[in-house]
């Protein structure tokens, strides 16, 4: 073993040492806590990693997600007392507004020690206007935890979390919590999860009850109870359950049933079933480790979810659950690996997997920015590869800018803990980014490598509304504090709209603007009004237009062009995100047909032609009809000359003037964003529901199914109807309905619908 200290080392001789690896297959390892280089191989870093999960807990609102973490946190010793949601003094839940909505909106990465592991915790939000923040969480975590009421089982809310976990394919646990309330039922919840979320559940535990509470958990794999004592139950005492205890041929029965499940998705298990455990007695005999291995492979290629349960509140069960996240969700190691774009010698693109090799250049992904008042804004990084130093310069290739990392910390709740520097696997929180925004990518700014990792898919806001301060005096105020949040909230827009001399919120619903609004009287004690919610439409073209636009600056910098616009074709594959020049979100593509030896590209090919898909987007952010963006369409760059003096500024005005003529040419038509509902209420308030849905709503009902007395209806309505819908469904079903509203596409109007909107919002038609 070789030490080396890192602060006073000359570079040279650490290239040197990294060298080193090259010929002995051995490596420098930074160790976080003493700050001193060892020599050591790839086999012990892998160790290292192997120890790593960065997950996060996912549950419809109220299932517990909160006080279950908060358990975690004080199990694993990060926190000393345990707060309480209903008295609102969480650790995680640290915002006031948070704590008077009992809602988390804000997740926080958090650092726990569990038996020799290091779990990241991401805490996602629970409301749906929220959906932004759990995808950016979902996009870096290796695992997740689903949390269920053991009452309801599946809510509403849970078919979204889930969906979005699969999107992202994540392997998944699931808690069902709250055990201990009356009408809690495991089995039911658990064949929930098989019915609604048409998934197989592997029930590795049940609940022992005593004649008042809770009381213990039986775990079938390793058939032994678990016990909770001391304060909030800290003290796991377990022992194996007896033969002679009333529930041990239960528990066997359990276990027979996991083992055949099991035997049916995972081949190795199967043999090993047939190999080494024949007989008739082979379910008690089945080793607890050959279980746990055969659960974490099935949990890891998604086949199936285990079960857990117990009661937060009552302080049972949390500590198996660590021990599951531990045992069943994946390292950085056996997780998918993210891909990422590579630009070569500014030419090609190509894709690549990024592995968590440390000794490759650094690869890290912004997923969240923070205000702190103190610190200033926060980035939270997920680190893919490499190590990243506290005080390195780094290249924010997404933008194309430097950046420089001041401290770099690691979030346990609401405080942060130095560290000298992190590899690949962690969740980092830095100081010091001043470009960095949610989404982005940062390398080391040495590598030659210009790589992205693909971006958090951030959907168009779908409501806007005016927003003023009381006085004319906090204006100023009020426009630094919106820039705040929106580097810290992408799904938040915010527009100064000049005709009217209005500041312009826009975000993704009704709450979510509230929450903003609250959030600017709260934390930054402003006083400010909201106007009317309104619907953010989009814009498109009736038909195809060809300009030919000339353009000539004051230096004598000429270039023409020969492009052409088009309605993007139904259902044409426009959704192939590796394609650099198409823009998802607005449906919005860039295709060059300029041969490759036109003197059009004398410039570099690639800077031209980034610059005439930035001009596009600009020029398309306004629509001639409303002022709406404009999607659905594809801009077709022909032709194009150009002379000594050309710029690629000058190419990119060249570019807005064709497209706003070719706007006009076109006509244009509105689009609505279509969203669809997905309601739960009770069964006998279904009629009232269905029918005010479709004829005052102009909703689509595609699916209506009952569970116990419960009806799930799935529709498609537009946005424009569902203004103020929660004060609607509460009366229509007593206070039992819930609705969650997700954005589907952008639909056309109907010509009718078209002048009723053109009429309300400029005046004539
Ligand atoms: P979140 O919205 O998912 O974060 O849920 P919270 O952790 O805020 O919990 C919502 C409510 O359920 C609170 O009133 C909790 O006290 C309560 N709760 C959480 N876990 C349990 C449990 O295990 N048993 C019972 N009876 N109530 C619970
Ligand atoms: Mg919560």
Redo the contacts with the bound molecule.
Sequence with gaps: MLFVRNQTFPYAIKQILYGFKWYTGRTLLPNKRTGLYILSNRRYYNKELEKIRNVGIM??????????TERMLFYSGVIKHIG???DGDTVM?FMDQERER???INSAAITLPWKGHTINLIDTP?HVDFTMEVERSLRVLDGAVL?LDGVAGVQAQTHTVWSQSRKYNIPTIIFI?????VGADLGRASRSVAEKLKSIPLQTQFTLQNRTSLEAIVDVVGMNVAKFEGEHGIDVVRAPLPETHPLYQFALKKRAELIEKLAELDDKFMELIFDVYEGDDSVAKVLPDDIRSALRRVTITRAAVPILC?????DIGVQLLLDAIVAYLPSPLAASFPTATLLDQKTSYSTVEVKPNFHEPLCAFAFKVVNDFQKGLLVYLRIYRGVLHAKSTLTNTSRGKKERVQQLMQAFADEYKDAVRLCAGNIAVVTGLRNTRTGDTLVESSSKQALCLSSVNIPEPVFFCSIEADSLKNEKFLTEVLEILQKEDPSLRVEYDEDHQQTILKGMGELHLEVICEKIRRVYGLSVSLGEMQVAYRESVLRPARVLQQFEGSLGQLCSLDISLSPAEENSDQKNCSDPFFDAVNNVKVEFSIPEENEFYKMDKVEVQTAIYEAVKNTLTTGVLLGFPVSHVVVRILNGTTTNETTVASIAFCVGKALRRLLEMAGSYLLEPIMRIEITCDDKYTGLVLNDLSSQRRGQIASVEVTDGIRFINALVPLSTMIGYSTVLRSQTAGSGTFILTFERYEKLSEHVQKAVLLKIRGYC
């Design positions: 549950a419809h609102i109220d299932a517990g997600k909160t006080t279950t309480d949601v209903d839940d009992g809602i988390t629970g949390i919590n709250k055990l201990d309330r117990g009661s937060s509140l009552k």
